[in-house]
C-alpha cells in the first residue's frame, strides 16, 4: 500500500481530532460560565430579579402644625379615606379595558369618567388637568384621585378588586384647620398645592439642601410658604415587593419619616376673629353708605386690617377682605374653584391687601410730613393759617369740605386734620429746594424722611409675596416720564374719543415737561396724595414706630419653631431702623394725636371710650383715587399695640372705619362697649 493511502484516513482522524478538542473547549467554557453564574454570582443576580419586583414607595412625613401664640391650633392634620389610582398596574390592562375601569370607579365616585381620567395623568400629558389639579408625582406612585370617601365607598372598592385592578383606598393624611374663635386667617397661613417640574428644576440647579420630592405638597402663600423647609420634614422610604401583575406582596425594608417642625405664631386667635370680623362689618355698612358728592353708594370693594405688638413689631392680627378658605385646596382644587379664586369679579381673594395693596396713604402720612418741617426749619411755635384753600399757581387746593381754622400749629393741624396748614409747609420747602428744578438731587426733607420711616420698600415681614409701596421723589418722576413719555405724547396729539377733558390736558402738560417735579406733587407728597403709595403694613410700623419712641421694627408673625425633638428655637424681634428724630418732636406729634379722638377727625367715634385709662392716638386719612371713590383709612396705636384699617372705596376715614377700630380696642383692652347711643359726627 503506498503512502498515500494511508494520508487520507490520517486527515480525517486529525479533523476528527481537532472538532472534538474545540467542542470539548466549548462545553468547558460553557459549564465554567454557568458555574460562575450559579455559584459566584447568584447573589447579584437575585439581587437584581428582586429589584425588578421591588418599587420604592415614598412615606410622607406629618407635616408640621401651625398654632396660635396661646397654643391654639391654626393649622393641623387630620387623616382621610383617599382613593387612589396605580398607572403602573392599568398601563398592564387594554385601553379599552382601563376606559371600563375607569368609568366604573367613577360611577362609584359620582364623577365624570373623563374628569377622572384627566386627574390620572401626569402634569403636560394630553388630556390632562390643569395644574394643580393634575399629578406631578412619578407614575409608580399611586395617584389619589378623591379625597374624604365614605368607608361604605373605600368598602365597595376594596371588595371588588376584580372589578378595580390598581385601585386602592388608602388612609392620608390631609390639612385641617380647626377654625378656634371661627378665625380665617387664610393669608397668613397660606396654603399648598403640589411642586411643578419647573420648580424641580429650579431648585435642583440651585442645589439647595432640603429637596422636595415630585409628589410634595409645598406652601404657596404664607406662614406655609415662607416656613416650607421646616414644616415639610423628611419622609420616609418603604421598598414593596410586587408580583408580576403588580400586586403588593410584601415590603423588603421601611425608613419612618421624621414630622415637621411647629411653627408658634403670633397671632392671637381671639383677636385675628374679631379683626376678622369688624373688618367684614365696615365693608358692608360702607356699602350702605352714600357718597355726599355723587350721591352713589360706596363701592367698599376691599380692605385690609393690621394688629401690631409696637414693642416687638410682633403681628397680633392681620386681616383681609375677601378672603377665602384654605380648606378648598386640601386634596386638589377643581378648575372652576381655582378661576373664582383669581377672578376680579370676586375680588381677588387671593391678594393679600395688608402686604400688597399699595394705595395712596392720604392724611395719615401728615405725622410724617411733621417730623421732616420740625427738623427743617419749623417749630412747634409755628402758626399758619389753616385757610378753606391754597392756591398754587392757577389752582385751588382745597381744605376737606372747605373748613377754615385760622391760625393754629402743627398739634391742632394733625388733630383736625388741615391739608392747607401743610400745604404751606411742602410749597415753601419745596421753593427752598430749587422749585421746578429737575435736579435729582435736591434736599427734600420730606422725601427723606418718609425714607428713615421704611417707606418705599418692603418691611421685611416673614411672609411672602410683600409689595415695595412708592415714594413719589424727583427721581421717580423722571424714571416715570421717560417710560410713559411716548405714551402720553401720542395721547395728546391723537386723543381717542370719550378721552376726558382732565386726561387731555394731563397728556398735553406731560408730554412738554412731565419730568419736573412741581409745586403741585410737593404739597399733594405732604398730605399723602398723588403717586406715593404705601401698604397697610408699612403704615402699621410707622405708628408703631411713634408709639415706642422711634424704633422700626421688621414686621414677624411667627415667634419660635418646635422640632421634632421638641427643641423650641426662638425667632427674636428684629430692629430694622431708628428713627432720626428728636424725643421731643415724637412727644409732641403723640400729644397731637391724642388729640385726634378727643377733639378732632375722630372724636365722634371714640365718645365714651376710656381715654384716660387707656389713651389712643390716632389720624385718619380720606384718600382720593383718580376714577375710583375715596379710600378710607384709620391709623393709631396706643401704648401697646398700633391698629391701622384701610377701605377701598368706603368714603370717610373715621366715618367708615372709625366704629370698627374702636371695637378692636374694646377687644384688645377687654372692654366693654357703651350702651347703644348716637354718637353725632361733629361739624367740619
Given amino acids: 500500500m503506498s503512502w498515500d493511502g494511508f494520508e487520507a484516513p490520517l486527515k480525517a482522524r486529525l479533523r476528527l481530532f ?8 466549548l462545553l468547558c467554557t460553557l459549564f465554567g460560565r454557568l458555574w460562575y453564574m450559579q455559584v459566584m454570582s447568584s447573589a447579584d443576580y437575585s439581587q437584581a430579579a428582586t429589584q425588578q419586583h421591588i418599587r420604592q414607595v415614598l412615606i410622607p412625613a406629618p407635616r408640621g402644625t401651625v398654632i396660635d401664640s396661646q397654643g391654639r391650633t391654626l393649622v393641623g392634620n387630620r387623616v382621610s379615606l383617599v382613593i387612589t389610582v396605580d398607572r403602573s398596574v392599568l398601563a398592564k390592562l387594554p385601553d379599552s379595558q382601563q376606559n371600563v375601569v375607569l368609568a366604573r370607579l367613577a360611577k362609584v365616585l359620582g364623577q365624570k369618567p373623563k374628569d377622572l381620567k384627566a386627574r390620572t395623568m401626569l402634569c403636560g400629558e394630553p388630556g390632562a388637568s390643569k395644574p394643580p389639579a393634575c399629578w406631578n408625582g412619578t407614575p409608580y406612585q399611586p395617584i389619589p ?11 365597595e372598592v376594596m371588595e371588588r378588586r376584580e372589578d378595580f385592578p390598581g385601585i386602592s383606598a388608602d388612609s392620608q393624611t390631609l390639612r385641617a384647620y380647626p377654625a378656634p374663635y371661627k378665625v380665617n386667617a387664610a393669608h397668613i397661613l397660606g396654603y399648598l398645592s403640589p411642586i411643578t417640574t419647573e420648580e424641580l428644576e429650579k431648585i435642583d440647579k440651585a442645589g439647595q439642601d432640603s429637596v422636595p420630592h415630585r409628589s410634595d405638597l409645598v406652601g404657596r402663600a404664607g406662614v406655609e410658604r415662607e416656613y416650607d423647609q421646616l414644616l ?46 369688624q373688618l367684614k362689618n365696615a365693608i358692608l355698612t360702607a356699602r350702605k353708605q352714600t357718597d355726599p358728592v355723587t350721591h352713589r353708594k360706596y363701592v367698599a370693594d376691599s380692605g385690609a386690617a ?50 400688597q395693596a399699595q394705595l395712596a ?32 399757581g392757577n389752582r385751588r387746593f382745597k381744605n376737606y369740605e372747605s373748613a377754615s381754622y385760622g391760625m393754629i400749629g402743627f398739634d391742632r393741624a394733625l388733630a383736625l386734620s388741615c391739608d392747607t396748614f401743610f400745604y404751606r409747609v411742602a410749597y415753601a420747602l419745596w421753593l427752598k429746594a430749587g422749585g421746578n428744578s429737575s435736579d435729582q438731587n435736591a434736599h427734600d426733607p420730606l422725601v427723606e424722611m418718609a425714607q428713615k420711616f421704611g417707606l418705599g420698600k418692603p418691611t421685611g415681614v416673614d411672609l411672602p409675596g410683600e409689595a415695595n409701596g412708592r415714594i413719589a421723589d424727583r427721581a421717580w418722576r423722571k424714571t416715570y416720564y421717560d417710560s410713559m413719555k411716548d405714551y402720553y405724547c401720542k395721547l395728546a396729539d391723537n386723543p381717542p374719543s370719550g378721552t376726558s377733558a ?34 397697610p403694613l408699612q403704615l402699621a410700623t410707622v405708628y408703631s414706630a411713634l408709639s415706642n419712641g422711634g424704633t422700626v421694627f421688621e414686621p414677624r408673625v411667627v415667634q419660635s419653631w418646635i422640632g421634632a425633638n421638641g427643641k423650641p428655637h426662638e425667632i427674636k424681634p428684629a430692629v430694622k431702623t431708628r428713627l432720626p428724630v428728636p424725643r421731643n418732636t415724637l412727644k409732641y406729634i403723640d400729644n397731637a394725636l391724642k388729640e385726634t379722638v378727643r377733639s378732632g377727625t375722630a ?29 378710607s383709612w384709620l391709623a393709631s396705636y396706643s401704648d401697646r399695640y398700633a391698629v391701622v384699617m384701610m377701605l377701598s372705596q368706603a368714603g370717610t376715614g373715621s366715618g367708615a372705619g372709625g366704629d370698627a377700630v374702636r371695637k378692636i380696642y374694646e377687644t384688645l383692652y377687654n372692654i366693654k362697649p357703651p350702651p347703644p347711643g348716637g354718637t353725632e359726627k361733629p361739624k367740619g
Fill in 603 to 631: 372724636a365722634w367715634k371714640f365718645q365714651g371710650f376710656p381715654l384716660d385709662q387707656i389713651p389712643i392716638r390716632a389720624k385718619t386719612g380720606t384718600a382720593e383715587v383718580y376714577g375710583k371713590q375715596t379710600t
Fill in 18 to 25: 481537532v472538532i472534538g478538542v474545540l467542542v470539548f473547549s
Fill in 145 to 155: 384621585v378623591a379625597k374624604d370617601v365614605s368607608e361604605q365607598v373605600a368598602i
Fill in 232 to 277: 415639610r420634614g423628611t419622609p420616609g422610604e418603604k421598598d414593596v415587593i410586587v408580583d408580576a401583575v403588580g400586586y403588593t406582596t410584601g415590603i423588603q425594608k421601611q425608613t419612618a419619616p421624621i414630622p415637621g417642625a411647629t411653627l408658634v405664631t403670633t397671632i392671637d386667635a381671639r383677636i385675628q376673629a374679631a379683626v376678622e370680623g
Fill in 502 to 535: 382732565f386726561l387731555k390736558q394731563f397728556s398735553r402738560e406731560f408730554c412738554v415737561d412731565g419730568y419736573k417735579y412741581r409745586a403741585g406733587d410737593a404739597v399733594n407728597f405732604a398730605i399723602g396724595q398723588g403717586d406715593t403709595t404705601i401698604t
Fill in 306 to 355: 393690621v394688629v401690631m405688638d409696637t414693642k416687638t413689631g410682633r403681628l397680633v392680627a392681620m386681616a383681609s377682605y375677601p378672603s377665602y378658605d384654605p380648606g378648598v385646596w386640601v386634596g386638589g382644587i377643581s378648575q372652576r374653584e381655582l378661576d373664582a379664586l383669581y377672578s376680579p369679579k370676586s375680588g381677588t381673594p387671593l391678594l393679600s391687601r395688608p402686604l
Fill in 361 to 392: 396713604p392720604g392724611s395719615t402720612f401728615k405725622p410724617i410730613t411733621t417730623a421732616a418741617a420740625l427738623g427743617a426749619g419749623y417749630s412747634q411755635k409755628t402758626r399758619l393759617d389753616c385757610s378753606s384753600y391754597f392756591e398754587v
